[in-house]
């Protein structure tokens, strides 16, 4: 009889002890407050998580103390109070459980996002060792967020936050390091990066689906992505793929067999609900759980995967469209969001006018900017043909920085290369006018190059330029009644228009005609 009693107090007691820790689940955060965190200076902070239904939360940061309760989804969420650059600190958050974050700074933070060349790695551009060697700013910190699509909007991300040093600053994405770097050294505060970024990717994936939805225009693009769906047979993709394994592995032993290397492994099939190309998968997985994390702005280096694959004269469009869902979801107004404008690359420019999809892009990119407080980095001098990942991201960095250093901080500088404002026709010659012009305009070499001229019959010839106060004066003599001038028209164009900053000119055309 006690030996029953005794088996059924201590199955009673693990029953009971199983009740309390369902009924008492941690409280979580999400993985941007995490150790050595950077929180955004000057404005109102989120902070949110997990918990019991009705759990009580008191987060404390400094010599604020906040509290809440979880609602019957078992969210929460509180405001801190807008704090000075600084730190570092702790934020304590407790509610059945306690968790501590430690070593976080207040300073500036910035969303930077795209395909391939933001992925790019520190490790992988000009000067590595040089780089690795200056790196000892631990007041820049970098959360890397992990590639994961999804169907449907989250409200988790994986990532930690890295302390910018020798041995961690290979790994940082090197666009948006060079950017923070910079940063950080004319304003003196801490800056932390959030890197969400795929390469390879459009930048519909980056975009909420029910925004796409609206606009006419991609209704083809989203009805293709329907009949792939539609399409896709699991266990026959499955099938087709063990058959390419059984015939690679063949391959592979015929080549060692006679001393040549084997052949590429075969990828494996990727079901189109979670394909990185889908529209708003990467919205889903890698953007969507990241909000309200209180940020400065966005910086965007994509385009690549436009310019080939998909129509790039609707880019303008989409990343117009990006912006505002993104400033929409995060209602902090409309926050400062500039993008690198595609480099040179491929064959170096033959004719006066080579339209392609790049080139496209670039024309998107520029005519973009006519969104509030966005900024483009003009990149047209340090691509290279035959790479369509440059290694200069330093200089990307920069150019990104400037302009942030003007138009978000305030500072009294040039923040970009002469960009295109209007033409007028005097005789036999067409006068281009710039915004941006700063302290003058300037050729780098001898004489102005990249700079073509037509008539109404719409065949362009290289053209003579020279420069004219803040005004570039275009002329050929085999144009004697001109109606149009391109400048760096091609994919890889021969031009040398700066400002006396340095800084290029953008690619642009003064015509609307079919390309």
């Known amino acids: 009889m006690c030996r029953e009693l005794s088996v059924r107090s201590v199955i009673g007691l693990l029953f009971w002890a199983l009740v309390a820790s369902m009924a008492s689940a941690d ?49 929460w969420s509180v ?60 007041k820049i910190r970098m959360m890397t967020v992990n590639r994961t699509p999804a169907e449907t909007p989250q409200d988790r991300c994986a990532g930690a936050w890295l302390v910018c040093g020798g041995e961690t600053v290979g790994s940082f994405s090197a666009t948006a390091y060079f950017f923070g770097r910079e940063l950080h050294k004319e304003l003196g505060v801490p800056v932390g990066l959030i890197n969400s970024s795929w390469g390879g990717t459009p930048v519909q994936a980056w975009t909420c689906g029910k925004c796409q939805q609206k606009e006419p225009k991609l209704k083809p693009l989203l009805d293709e992505w329907k009949e792939k769906l539609a399409a896709y047979n699991a266990a026959e993709a499955k099938a087709n793929f063990d058959k ?163 138009d978000t901080y305030g500072k009294d500088i040039v923040r970009c290369g002469p960009l295109y404002k209007s033409m007028s026709k005097q005789g036999d010659k067409i006068v281009v006018d710039f915004d941006h012009v700063g302290d003058g305009l300037a050729a780098k070499g001898d004489k102005l190059k990249g700079f073509a001229i037509a008539g109404a019959d719409k065949q362009f010839v290289w053209a003579e330029a020279r420069i004219d106060g803040a005004a570039v004066v275009v002329s050929s003599s085999e144009v004697k009644d001109p109606a149009a001038v391109r400048y760096g028209w091609s994919s890889n164009p021969d031009c040398n228009l700066y400002n006396k900053a340095d800084l290029p000119a953008s690619p642009f055309r003064t015509d609307d005609w079919s390309q």
């Open 27 to 75: 409280v979580e955060l999400p993985s941007m407050f995490s150790d050595h965190a950077v929180l955004q200076c000057d404005i109102g902070l989120p902070v949110w998580g997990w918990a019991d239904p009705g759990e009580k939360i008191t987060v404390v940061l400094g010599d604020q103390t906040k509290t809440t309760t979880a609602d019957k989804d078992g969210k």
């Open 244 to 406: 390419q394994l059984a015939a690679w592995q063949e391959r592979v032993k015929r080549a060692k067999a006679a001393g040549k290397t084997p052949p590429r492994k075969p990828r494996p099939p990727v079901d189109p609900k979670l394909n990185p190309h889908r529209p708003a998968n990467l919205y889903n997985g890698m953007i969507a759980p990241l909000v309200p994390y209180a940020i400065r702005g966005a910086i965007w280096y994509q385009g690549e995967s436009n310019a080939g694959r998909y129509d790039p004269s609707l880019y303008g469009m989409q990343l117009a469209m990006m912006i505002g869902n993104w400033r929409r979801v995060w209602d902090q107004g409309d926050f400062p969001f500039e993008w690198v404008q595609l480099p040179n690359f491929r064959d170096p420019q033959k004719q006066p006018s080579e339209p392609s999809g790049w080139v496209t892009i670039q024309e998107e990119m520029f005519k973009t900017l006519k969104v509030p407080n966005t900024g483009m980095a003009v990149t047209i001098d340090i691509g290279e043909a035959g790479n369509i990942h440059p290694k200069n991201k330093q200089d990307v960095g920069k150019r990104l920085a400037i302009w942030a250093l003007a």
């Open 79 to 138: 405001e801190l109070d807008a704090m000075k650059a600084g730190g570092p600190h702790v934020i304590n958050v407790k509610g059945n459980n306690e968790i501590e974050v430690a070593d976080v700074l207040i300073g500036e933070v910035w969303l930077c996002s795209g395909q391939s060349n933001m992925a790019m790695t520190v490790g992988g551009c000009l000067n590595f060792e040089q780089e690795k060697a200056a790196a000892k700013l631990p």
